[in-house]
């Protein structure tokens, strides 16, 4: 059985939400983070405990003239209280892409930061912040270079070092097809206090980014991401499938794809191989792609899926549950928005799909699970007039 409950922030004349299930939702709480603005990633502590990351919008700095924003990490209970937050300014705009909480209480925030260079031209750093339970900020860095480094997913070490993975395209003057330099994967390898120890630039001449990385058992690295690099018989953008050894040393890679653009998204890790999930594009729609291998990349492939909700559906997160998987997105057209949840089995087979809707759009942002218990969905709830931050739980 799975009850559902419903946080999210709200101005007066919200409507009453449905499920496909079709019970209605009946629990709506009110909750309201003062310093943010806008989220972008939710991690539980526990199953009480949630940390959210996102961004608060600051007046715009004369050198740029850009909205400006700072990087803001929240702890908020289930029930709505606010524990603390931490605001946190630097360079010309600050926000966060990844929270995560690590063992002692302690939490890791990847963000991006958009900074002037000695030259005066503007451009992007990751930052990584490491901060206790209660808030206190223990270390921050930035790390960046020539060009525009963009770090998109983290994630601690056995050494208990961190592991970062993104688009770095300071190596060359390679351009791509709108006239900008060409990205590399990027992979930027952190000790515990947070100095840098060593940065791989992976890919080929045209434009290749990561979206995801995982540390596998024997210290070797999982990377996926796009590539424009294409085969025959295959689009411009494809999923791209990196393995590396621990120092990120010795790649290799496999290209994944048809005839329609297809971003690589997510690695999920189980005890026999991987799944890599994503979203892919045609002229008039998109849907999302679930991929399943052995841990040999150049294995055959177990299966490809497709699953479509709606019109059209976007990939936003995929959590494994047991024997199964839960993958969330929105769902809709042009004028309408709305949360789906997905729960898969380990073969692909599409076994329940539930969405939600109400008189505005609902951006899905992030997923996190807890515990095989709890399943908590972050999304932006957007009116006429402005929006506002919902928190999904689903009590499994």
């Not at 629990?27 to 502590?45: N, Q, T, V």
């Not at 018989?233 to 791209?240: E, I, R």
């Not at 005890?271 to 052995?294: K, V």
């Amino acid at each position: 059985m799975i009850l559902w409950s419903l946080f999210i922030v709200v101005f007066a004349g919200c409507e009453k939400a449905y499920f496909g299930n079709p019970d209605p939702v009946e629990s709506l709480l009110f909750l309201r983070i003062e310093e943010m603005d806008a989220g972008a990633d939710i991690h539980c502590i526990s199953g009480e405990d949630l940390l959210i990351a996102g961004s608060q919008r600051r007046a715009a700095s004369p050198a740029s003239g850009a909205e400006a924003n700072d990087l803001v990490i929240a702890r908020v209970t289930s029930s709505g209280l606010v524990k603390w937050t931490q605001v946190m300014e630097l360079g010309l705009d600050h926000r966060a892409v990844r929270v995560k909480s690590l063992s002692g209480g302690a939490v890791v925030v990847l963000g991006m930061v958009s900074d002037t260079n000695a030259l005066g031209q503007i451009h992007q750093d990751i930052t990584v912040s490491l901060i206790n339970e209660a808030g206190t900020l223990f270390w921050q860095t930035q790390v960046g270079g020539p060009g525009n480094q963009i770090g998109h997913d983290i994630e601690q070490t056995a050494d208990r070092g961190f592991i970062i993975t993104g688009s770095n395209d300071a190596n060359g003057m390679v351009m791509d097809e709108e006239g900008n330099r060409a990205r590399d994967v990027w992979l930027l390898k952190l000790n515990a206090l947070g100095d840098s120890l060593w940065s791989e630039s992976l890919g080929y001449q045209g434009d290749d980014f990561a979206n995801d990385v995982e540390e596998l058992t024997d210290g070797s690295l999982l990377i996926l991401g796009t590539t424009r690099q294409s085969l025959a018989g295959q689009a411009d953008d494809n999923f791209f499938l990196i393995k590396t050894n621990s120092m990120g040393k010795g790649p290799v890679n496999r290209i994944l794809g048809g005839m329609e653009k297809e971003n690589g998204l997510e690695i999920i890790v189980v005890n026999d191989g991987f799944f890599l999930a994503g979203n892919i594009t045609y002229n008039t729609h998109s849907s999302i792609l679930l991929y399943r291998f052995g841990f040999d990349i150049y294995s055959t492939m177990i299966f490809q899926k497709e699953y479509a909700v709606g019109e059209s559906s976007v990939m936003v997160g995929l959590e494994p549950y047991g024997e199964k998987l839960f993958l969330t997105g929105s769902s809709g057209n042009t004028s309408e928005e709305n949360i789906f949840l997905m729960q898969l089995g380990r073969d692909g087979e599409n076994l329940r799909t539930w969405q939600w809707g109400a008189d505005s759009r609902q951006e899905t942002l992030a997923m996190d699970l807890f515990s095989d218990s709890e399943l908590f969905i972050l999304f932006n709830n957007q009116f006429v007039n402005g929006s506002v931050l919902g928190l999904l739980t689903l009590f499994l």
